[in-house]
């Protein structure tokens, strides 16, 4: 596919505050120089980014992104002309923030996490199409559960229930660079240590939407689409047919399955 406007792409690498349980498991400082499948975990997405004809410039946002990319499986990224460096602040929100305050990036910037070792081609294509088509403010991509289950039903998922079904986080993300969307992660800021705790996040928005999830009244794109009104934005949910891209990497276990869908997708490409 080819894309006469390019975005950029921000790949979340750095440490969150306290220890984190995969890397503390192989002995590392920081997760994203886990060895998968015989690569660090951020070599992964970030080559697919690098390849992928919609994106510019690949930002990597770390507490010291030189520091990942002197690592011998990374370092022959170090020069790669696409490839730019961000420090990053304690917290996912604020570090955005401040990221999306720099005028040399693009209108709109997709977003994703170093852990995203299954990232595709066609997911970033069928992401970036979708987004390109309604233009909103903030996107999210997500998995639904049968999609999910019909491929991996070994796989543990953290679920977001709602009328029509559940879902399951992408690490795929769409944001704009606008005074609302700022705001929004600023919000998002207060809230970010309840990521896996869907209804304490819906109800952050509000009662009339938490009543809304809690009963099934409403399906998960449009409580999207009405938190988003909250904050004067235009936002949407992504439904991603490929199932892969909600299985990231945070425990043993998920490595273990990653590593074996990777094993299987090599052989049947053979």
């Not at 080559?47 to 030189?66: E, F, K, M, N, T």
């Not at 970033?124 to 996107?139: C, I, M, Q, S, Y």
Request: glycine residues 6%.
């Amino acid at each position: 596919m080819t894309y006469s406007t390019q975005v950029d792409a921000v790949i979340l690498a750095g440490s969150r505050p306290g220890r984190d349980r995969l890397a503390d498991h192989v002995g590392l400082a920081h997760k994203a120089l886990v060895m998968v499948a015989g690569k660090p975990l951020l070599a992964w997405p970030l080559q697919v980014l690098l390849d992928h004809s919609g994106i510019r410039h690949v930002y990597i946002l770390a507490q010291d992104p030189a520091e990942l990319l002197s690592d011998p499986g990374l370092a022959p990224f170090a020069s790669h002309p696409k490839i730019r460096q961000r420090p990053s602040l304690t917290g996912i929100s604020e570090s955005l923030a401040l990221f999306l305050s720099d005028d040399q990036l693009s209108e709109y910037v997709l977003v994703t996490t170093a852990d995203s070792a299954l990232l595709s081609a066609a997911m970033v294509d069928h992401f970036l199409g979708e987004t390109a088509r309604n233009k909103p403010d903030v996107a999210v991509a997500m998995v639904e559960r049968e999609t999910l289950l019909a491929r991996y039903p070994q796989s543990q998922r953290t679920w977001l229930k709602a009328r029509g079904g559940a879902w399951s986080g992408a690490n795929l993300f769409w944001l704009r660079r606008s005074p609302q969307v700022t705001k929004l992660l600023q919000f998002w800021q207060s809230i970010e240590k309840d990521r896996k705790r869907g209804m304490k996040i819906v109800g952050a928005f509000g009662p009339v939407l938490l009543i809304g999830a809690v009963c099934r009244l409403i399906t998960l794109p449009n409580a999207i689409v009405r938190a988003g009104r909250r904050f004067g934005l235009k936002a949407q949910l992504v439904a991603m047919p490929q199932a892969e891209a909600c299985i990231d990497v945070d425990k043993p276990e998920d490595m273990r399955l990653v590593e074996e869908i990777m094993a299987n997708q090599a052989e049947a490409s053979a």
